[in-house]
Structures are given as structure tokens and as C-alpha cells.
């Protein structure tokens, strides 16, 4: 017999976790498990608890809630013996949707009765672990409005993405890694181990948990014309095609921004000073992982890379547009003129 804890937050996301005692108990396999079942009571308790089942030589520890649920458990179980499973319970559920756990919690037992457990990575800011993604910028900025909205979900999300998004000052990073630095003016920088956010947005597409590597990236500045294909190709799972991205891996980086501010870990914001660390922290952790996954959902299909394509065909003709503007002259301010004269600009040049 395995011993294994269920921690449960009976608060995280937005539908209620009476009936998930009676759930466990119908579906875990009993034969295989004896199984305990604890609630949280108040903010870091989940913590608590998964230290005291570690150190209690608890064979799998259970975060029933969201991100934020997981992380807490999962923190307390980094260099351990210990394996996390997952129920995923939030609104976002970010790290289930990565390793393609079920997001009923049937399913998500079935997978746990299966105790397939895999060694991954995790990444570790200034001090604060995460196992999903962490990042300042826009989406820490956006993640301290979600905290203080008092409600949750995706639409909260999406409200305040739209509200705040096209008034957002973009800041200089100047990160260092491999003794080189680089300057970016960027929208937000990301560091992801898992390769999305939460309900499907991608923010990094090619992410892996296995790879001993973190996926850093930077979206530059963009206007509203250019917003709806950076927000289709995140949930297209084509990001990283944009012209507006920079992607790259490393497996620690050094981030100076102009002023301390926000972050986040797995999307609880803090804040945070001017100088960020961050790092990968390879198979620190084991995890009860989907035996039947399908690592090609991952992938964008045929008809998503098509649509990525196309908006970025569009985003080389405005840029090209833009460049034959300025060289015909700036003088030429009207757009009805500006048209005339870039058309005369181009026939003379197929002369």
C-alpha cells in the first residue's frame, strides 16, 4: 500500500469542493492506496500540510485547487522523495493543461490510480519556485488586477487584459546571460518552464519540463492593429512565429529593469526589486504524469499555422508600407496622399 494526502482548498476557483471527499472515495483505487484527506484553512497552509506529509515519507501528495494550490504544495516537495499529483480545480489550471491531466476529477484520478511518476524540471525566482511560468511586465501587472478583481475566471481575466492592455507603458529589461547583455523596450517578459498560462493561451509553445532549460519571452511593444494576432496565435500555439517575439532558452538569467515592481510566480503576484534571478532547477521534482497523453496536442494543426502565416504575411506589408512611407517623405501626413504617394513610389521603382 502507497500512503497518499489529498490537500484540499476548498476556496481556490469557482465551483465548490463539498463533494470531493465523496469523489475520492469512489474513484481512487483503494487497493492501492491509503488514502488521507486534509483542508486548508487559510493562505500558505497547503504548504504546511505537504511539509508534514514529506517528512511523514508520504509516497504522492494531492493539490485539489489551481495554480496557486499547486504551487503551494508543490514548493514543499522540490528535492523530495515525495510525487505530486494534480486535480485540477482553478480557473486557470495552467499545469494540468501542459501535462494533459483531465480536467474532471474522474479523470484526473484515473491518472492518479496509475502513479506513473515522472523526475521534472522547475524554475526558481528570486527565491520563489514555479512550475508553470513566471514574469513581470504586462502579465505580473495583469496578475495583480486578477488578485484584487475578488472574483475569478476567465472573463475577470479578459476584462482586464482588454481594459488595461492598451494604455500599458512598456518598460527597458536589460538581461544578462552567458556574460552577454541585451537591452529590450518590451510589453513583458516571460520565463517559462510549462509552455502556457492557463485556459489554453500559450505564451510559450515550445516549453518543455524535460529539457533542463527555460523558455524566455519578450513581446515587444505592439499597437491595437497588431493585438488581435498576437492574441490569436497565444491561443493558436504560435506565438513564437510572431515578428513582435523574441524566443530563446537558457537555463539561468540575470534581469535589470528601470524600477522594483511586480512579478509573478504562477500568477500570485508580489513585488519585487529592480534585480531579478532566475533559474532552472532540472528534475527537482517527481510528478504524477498522464500515461496516455498525446504530446501532439502541443503542436499548432495545419489550420493554426495557416492562420499564423497569414498575420504575419500582413504584419511584413504594413512594416513594408511603413518603411516606403518614410522614405517617400515625411511631409506627406494625409493618408489619403500617403497612399497616392506610396503608389507612385512603387510604380517607379517597376520601371
Known amino acids: 500500500m502507497q500512503k497518499i494526502v489529498f490537500i484540499i482548498n476548498p476556496i481556490s476557483g469557482t465551483a465548490s469542493k463539498k463533494s470531493m471527499p465523496a469523489l475520492i472515495d ?25 511539509k508534514e506529509a514529506r517528512e511523514a515519507g508520504i509516497d504522492v501528495v494531492v493539490a485539489v485547487g489551481g495554480d496557486g494550490t499547486i504551487n503551494e504544495v508543490a514548493r514543499a516537495l522540490t528535492q523530495s522523495k515525495t510525487a505530486l499529483g494534480i486535480i485540477p480545480c482553478g ?17 484526473a484520478l484515473e491518472v492518479i490510480n496509475t502513479c506513473e511518476i515522472h523526475d521534472l524540471d522547475y524554475g526558481i525566482i528570486n527565491g520563489h519556485p514555479f512550475f508553470c511560468t513566471c514574469g513581470m511586465g504586462f502579465d505580473a501587472f495583469i496578475s ?16 482586464n487584459v482588454l481594459k488595461e492592455g492598451l ?33 489554453d ?40 512565429k510572431n515578428s513582435k517575439i523574441k524566443y530563446f532558452k537558457t537555463r539561468k538569467l540575470h534581469i535589470h529593469r528601470e524600477q ?57 506589408v504594413k512594416d513594408g508600407m511603413e518603411r516606403l512611407t518614410s522614405e517617400v517623405g515625411q511631409q506627406v501626413s494625409n493618408p489619403v496622399r500617403q497612399v497616392k504617394a506610396v503608389s507612385e513610389y512603387i510604380q517607379s521603382k517597376l520601371k
Open 91 to 107: 480557473s486557470g489550471n495552467g499545469l494540468a493543461r501542459h501535462l494533459m491531466l483531465p480536467l474532471n476529477t474522474k479523470g
Open 26 to 50: 469512489k474513484y481512487i483505487d483503494k487497493n492501492r492506496f491509503d488514502v488521507e484527506i486534509k483542508f486548508t484553512e487559510y493562505a500558505g497552509h497547503a504548504s504546511v500540510l505537504a
Open 201 to 240: 493561451a500559450y505564451i510559450a509553445p515550445q516549453a518543455s519540463m524535460k529539457d533542463g532549460l527555460i523558455d524566455v519571452v519578450i513581446i515587444e511593444p505592439f499597437d491595437i492593429i497588431e493585438a488581435p494576432s498576437i492574441s490569436l496565435e497565444m491561443f493558436n500555439k504560435t506565438l513564437d
Open 144 to 159: 495583480a488586477k486578477f488578485a484584487e478583481a475578488g472574483k475569478r475566471g476567465p472573463i475577470t481575466y479578459a476584462e
Open 260 to 316: 522594483p515592481g511586480m512579478i509573478h510566480y504562477d500568477g500570485d503576484p508580489i513585488e519585487a526589486p529592480a534585480d531579478l534571478d532566475i533559474e532552472l532547477v532540472h528534475q527537482g521534482i517527481r510528478i504524477v504524469v498522464n500515461p496516455n497523453a498525446d504530446k501532439r496536442r502541443r503542436r499548432p494543426n495545419r489550420v493554426q499555422s495557416a492562420f499564423s502565416d497569414f498575420f504575419n504575411e500582413l504584419q511584413t
Open 167 to 199: 494604455t500599458y507603458k512598456p518598460e527597458t529589461y536589460t538581461l544578462t546571460l552567458d556574460d552577454a547583455e541585451i537591452s529590450y523596450n518590451a510589453f513583458l517578459v516571460s520565463c517559462a518552464n510549462a509552455s502556457q498560462y492557463g485556459n
